[in-house]
C-alpha cells in the first residue's frame, strides 16, 4: 500500500509542478508571502489531501497537506532565491546555461519526493492506513 501511495503523490507532484503551475507562480515564489508562491504550494496541499482521501487517510490529511504545503512552499522559496543570487553563498544569478541551475533543480525535485517520502512514513508510523 505504501509503494501506492507513493507513486500517487509523485504523480500529484508533476501535475502540480508541471501543468498547473503558472509563470506568474513562479515569478512569485522568491518572494515570502507573495501570492503566487502561496496558490503553487497551496495546490500542492490540496492535491496531497485529495490522493490521500482516496487511501482512506481519514482526518490525518490535513496534518499531512498542511506539512506538504509547508516544505513545498519553503523548498521553492530557497531554490528560487538561489537561483536569483540571493543569497550571500551564491551572489549572482543563474539561468539554464550554468551547471548550478540543474543542481538548485534536481536538488529541489529530490526534496520534494523526500517529502512524500517523510509522508508515507509517518503514515505507516502512525498506522493510519489499514
Not at 549572482?92 to 540543474?102: C, F
Request: hydrophobic share 55%.
Amino acid at each position: 500500500m505504501e509503494l501506492a501511495v507513493l507513486t500517487w503523490l509523485m504523480v500529484k507532484h508533476v501535475v502540480a509542478d508541471y501543468f498547473l503551475q503558472t509563470s506568474w507562480m513562479i515569478s512569485e515564489k522568491a518572494d515570502y508571502g507573495k501570492a503566487g508562491g502561496l496558490v503553487h504550494a497551496g495546490e500542492h496541499g490540496l492535491l496531497t489531501a485529495v490522493t490521500l482521501l482516496f487511501f482512506g487517510v481519514g482526518w490525518w490529511v490535513i496534518l499531512f497537506a498542511l506539512l506538504d504545503f509547508i516544505l513545498h512552499y519553503h523548498i521553492d522559496w530557497c531554490k528560487s532565491n538561489y537561483l536569483r543570487g540571493n543569497f550571500r553563498f551564491a551572489p549572482w544569478p543563474y539561468d539554464s546555461d550554468d551547471p548550478q541551475y540543474w543542481w538548485a533543480m534536481g536538488i529541489d525535485q529530490f526534496l520534494h519526493y523526500m517529502t512524500y517520502v517523510l509522508i508515507v512514513f509517518l503514515i505507516g508510523a502512525f498506522g493510519v492506513i489499514g
